[in-house]
Structures are given as structure tokens and as C-alpha cells.
């Protein structure tokens, strides 16, 4: 009896000069779900897209039932029972739900045309059975990531699977969606559905896999099986250290408000938020996802109306109209969607780390100091560790969370006043994590003024002076340091 649905020997590939995969070992049982972990630029992503059909392995080979077989495209996975959610989201933003799920497979009417009926009710019964309650014929540009995301797991599991491939896929969910998840990968895996899962967060790890591989530089570091480890066993095979303080947080709030807002409202989004943040000061805000906070953040950065309330800096009040305004003025912000909003995907590393710089990078009114930019690039890549084979390479090929190191490390070049973060390490692994951290610590430490949004409750109770706590548009809580806590958070971002 083949015990293994899925076998992959000693997989290697190589980008030009860069060696993603060294010769990687994986074994997948009938009906498990097993964690590919590793840090940022580790190979896990590109090991997938071999499986996916996507890249085109170098050596190696892959046996799927105990059968030698060659995976040429992405049709060729799908044929072999193979279903992927990439990491970075791949739907057609002008197409409805509907047409994304069924792209390339349309059932036809009598007449030879799109059925368009037969795929809108196929859709909607799809995204029930997860229990969710979204029109089908909704534009997919027009969700949210949250939302996106889903959508890409129900396209995924709509094929006839029996290996699952999940990279990432709570990266940009809220707890109840995750919920959601978890219960569907339950459901699949009773019906004997392999499933492989890609997360830099341990806790999912422990809750949901029966084991663990870790890769470490695109070579194979060993697997685990996840009830006889640690997360200390887990990171220092990931990193090949040992992590002693992930949170570096020494407390320096002076007196000297920075940012002041008062009764902050746009009518049907968020209502009558005030609150201000100290020089020094790390001020968090949770709260379910949708509860408004990027929204809040957005407006004080000049990217999302306001019509009532005031926002003051230094004393002074902002009537900021958009986001150069607001980075002349000293706010930078670090947004939830580096896709989007953070990156320019074809330019290099080092332009993009530069991009909100460039004022203080002129020699004079006309000419860059290409000196002073090049070594700034250098002591950010270095500082960051942002795993790059040089600056000079397109920001689009590096690994999803050395992306997100690039996005912060803009901003941060731009020495601001306040500086706002919305989930700034989500997908960086906890190496870089650590060192994100610390880089927030030194900079309030210099008297900045920071504000974190996140949904990583433990990143929010370690990192933050005191917590706004947010719910459907409304500031419910500020919580002090000492009253801090998981449950208390929970408490008033649910309401219970
Ligand atoms: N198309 C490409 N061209 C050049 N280099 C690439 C390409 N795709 C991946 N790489 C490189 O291969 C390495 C592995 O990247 P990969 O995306 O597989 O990492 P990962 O383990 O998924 O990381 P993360 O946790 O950040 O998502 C990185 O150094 C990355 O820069
Ligand atoms: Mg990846």
C-alpha cells in the first residue's frame, strides 16, 4: 500500500544566479495536514510553484500515488488533483466572483455562449457552503483582501482536489474568517483530502497540522511531528538560532503630544474618534478586521475623506488632502496592502526603498546624490536583512515577506514625525519579525510617535504603550498598559 499521495525528491531550482531550491525532500500522507515552515526567502513559495506546475524544476523528481510524473503546467496539476492558493492573490479584478471561479472552464449554454446563470448559482451555492454571504456577481475588485482571499480558496477547492496547497492563507484574515478556514480544511481532510499549509504563525501550526517540515536556504532542515516539538525546536531549526526576545520594548513616552484627533467621523465608516499620541509613544489599534481602523488611519495620512472632526499635529491642525501633503508634513505610513499601496513592482529593490525619500537624497534642486542613495540602500538591505541577490533586481522577485521589509524600510528612510503601521509584519517570519521590532522600539525610542495597527494580539499586548480598541466604526476602548490583555482586547472588540 503507498501510505504517501504526494513524494518530492530532491527538488532544485535555480532563478539565474539565485539557488531557491537546493534539493528539497517532501513527503505528503492521505488526509494530513502537514506545515511547510521556513524564513522569509526560504523556498517554500517556489517549491509549491514547482508542484503547481508553475516552475519548471531543474533536477528532482516528483511521484504522486507512488507514480513518477512529469508536471509541465498548471493544467497538468490540476489533471493529477493538485489545487493551489497562492500567496499573492491572482484574480481578475474586472471579472465578478463568479466569472473568477469558473475562468477558463465556463460551461456553455445551447447556444455556445458563457452560461452565465449556471455559473452565478454554482458560485453562490460554493461560497454558502463556507458559509459565506457575498453576491457572486460582485466585481472582485471590489472586495476586500479578506474577502479576495476567500474567494481564491473557494476557486481552489471547487476543482476536484486531493492535495490542497495553502501559502498563506490567513495572512490577511480576521479571527472569525480564520475560523471559517479551519473548519473547511476539517471538512477536507475527513474526506481524505491532503492538505499542505504555508504559515508563519505557530499557533495555527499547532493547532491544525500532524506534522511539520522545515526548510532553511532552499535546503531540507527535517520533519517533525507537531505534538513531539516546541515552537524553540521549530525556530532554531528555521533559523539556525536561537530567538531570545522576539519583542524589544523599553518605554519612553514623553509628554509632548504629537498627533491629536478629535471626533473623527465619515458617516457609515467610523464615528466620533478621538484620541492623541505622546512623542515616544507606541499607541495600538485592534479590532476585528472591518472595524475601521485602516480607514481612520488613511484619513490622517490624507488617503480617505473625513466630514467632521479635526486632526491636529504638533499643535497644529492638518487639513490634508492627500498623501504628499501629508509626508511634507511628517506622517508616514506603512499600508495594509504592500501590493497595492506599497510597492512599485517592476522597479528595483533599491528604488523602491528611496521612493519617499528622494527630497533629502538631492544634492542640490537638480541632481541626486546617487552616493548618499546608494549607501542608505545598502544599510536597510543590511539592517533589515532583506534577503536580495542585490538592490538592483526587480522587487516583484523577491519572497513575499522580504517584500514587506522593503515597504517598511521606505518609510522609515523618510524620518518622519508620526509614523502609522498597518499590520506591519504580517507573513515576515519571526527572525525578521524580532528585528522589526526592535527598529520600532529605537525609533520611538527617538521621540517618534507610532501607531500600530494589527490583528496579532501578542505583537499589540508586547509592543504597545496603551490600545484604541475599535468596533464597527467606533473607538470602544482605550485600554492602559496594565489593563492590556488578550481577553480584555477580545471583550470590546466583539462586545461580549
Ligand atoms: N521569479 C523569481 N526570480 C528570481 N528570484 C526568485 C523568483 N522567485 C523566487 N525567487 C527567489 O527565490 C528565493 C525563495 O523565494 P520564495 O518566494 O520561495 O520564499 P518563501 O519561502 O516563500 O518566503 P516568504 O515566507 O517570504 O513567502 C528568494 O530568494 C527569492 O528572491
Ligand atoms: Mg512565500
Known amino acids: 500500500m503507498v501510505e504517501n499521495v504526494l513524494e518530492m525528491q530532491g527538488i532544485a531550482k535555480s532563478f539565474g544566479g539565485v539557488h531557491a531550491l537546493k534539493g528539497i525532500n517532501f513527503k505528503l500522507k492521505k488526509g494530513e495536514i502537514h506545515a511547510l515552515l521556513g524564513e522569509n526567502g526560504a523556498g517554500k513559495s517556489t517549491l509549491i510553484k514547482v508542484l503547481g506546475g508553475i516552475h519548471k524544476p531543474d533536477h528532482g523528481d516528483i511521484f504522486i500515488d507512488g507514480e513518477k510524473v512529469n508536471i509541465e503546467s498548471v493544467q497538468d496539476a490540476r489533471s493529477y488533483g493538485i489545487g493551489i492558493i497562492h500567496q499573492e492573490i491572482v484574480l481578475v479584478p474586472y471579472l465578478s466572483i463568479a466569472e473568477n471561479i469558473f475562468l477558463g472552464r465556463e460551461p456553455k449554454n445551447s447556444l455556445g455562449l458563457k452560461d452565465i446563470k449556471h455559473i452565478n448559482e454554482q458560485s453562490q451555492k460554493m461560497l454558502e457552503k463556507l458559509g459565506l454571504q457575498i453576491d457572486v456577481r460582485k466585481l472582485v475588485g471590489e472586495l476586500t483582501i479578506a474577502q479576495q482571499q476567500l474567494v481564491e480558496i473557494v476557486k481552489a477547492i471547487s476543482f476536484n482536489v486531493k492535495i490542497l496547497v495553502m501559502d498563506e492563507p490567513t495572512s490577511s484574515l480576521s479571527n472569525e474568517e480564520v475560523n471559517y478556514l479551519f473548519k473547511t480544511m476539517e471538512k477536507l481532510r475527513q474526506q481524505d483530502i491532503s492538505i499542505i499549509y504555508i504559515s508563519h504563525r505557530f499557533e495555527e501550526l499547532f493547532k491544525m497540522t500532524e506534522q511539520i517540515t522545515v526548510i532553511r536556504d532552499g535546503t531540507y532542515v527535517g520533519t517533525v511531528e507537531t505534538n513531539k516539538t516546541t515552537s524553540n525546536e521549530l525556530v532554531s531549526m528555521m533559523v539556525g538560532r536561537e530567538i531570545e526576545n522576539l519583542y524589544t520594548r523599553t518605554p519612553s ?16 465608516v467610523f464615528e466620533d474618534v478621538s484620541f ?21 488611519m488613511q484619513a490622517i495620512f490624507g488617503a480617505f475623506p473625513y466630514d467632521a472632526g479635526h486632526i491636529y499635529l504638533n499643535g497644529e491642525e492638518l487639513k490634508i488632502k492627500n498623501c504628499i501633503k501629508a509626508i511634507e508634513k511628517g506622517i508616514a505610513m506603512v499600508p495594509e496592502d504592500r501590493k497595492g499601496q506599497g510597492l512599485i513592482l517592476g522597479n528595483s529593490v533599491g528604488f523602491n526603498l528611496t521612493l519617499a525619500n528622494l527630497k533629502n537624497l538631492m544634492e542640490n534642486k537638480l541632481f541626486m546624490s546617487e552616493k548618499k ?33 522593503v515597504v517598511i524600510a521606505k518609510w522609515l528612510a523618510i524620518k518622519p514625525k508620526l509614523l502609522i503601521l498597518d499590520e ?16 520600532i522600539n529605537n525609533l520611538a525610542n527617538e521621540g517618534l510617535a507610532i501607531i500600530i495597527v494589527s490583528s496579532d494580539l501578542p505583537e499589540i499586548i508586547n509592543m504597545c504603550d496603551s490600545v484604541c480598541v475599535m468596533r464597527s466604526g467606533m473607538l470602544v476602548k482605550q485600554l492602559e498598559k496594565s489593563e492590556v490583555s488578550q481577553e480584555n482586547i477580545m471583550r470590546y472588540a466583539t462586545g461580549g
Open 424 to 439: 506591519p509584519t504580517r507573513g515576515v517570519d519571526v527572525g525578521a519579525k524580532s528585528e522589526i521590532y526592535s527598529i
Open 276 to 296: 492623541c499620541v505622546r512623542k515616544g509613544e507606541i499607541l495600538g489599534f485592534s479590532g476585528l478586521v472591518g472595524a475601521g481602523r485602516s480607514e481612520v
Open 253 to 268: 513616552v514623553q509628554n509632548e503630544e504629537v498627533l491629536r484627533v478629535e471626533n473623527l467621523s465619515q458617516k457609515g
Open 373 to 405: 542613495r546608494k549607501k542608505e540602500i545598502d544599510q536597510y538591505v543590511e539592517d533589515l536583512r532583506v534577503k536580495t541577490a542585490s538592490s538592483d533586481i526587480a522587487v516583484s522577485s523577491l519572497s513575499g515577506g522580504n517584500q514587506q521589509k
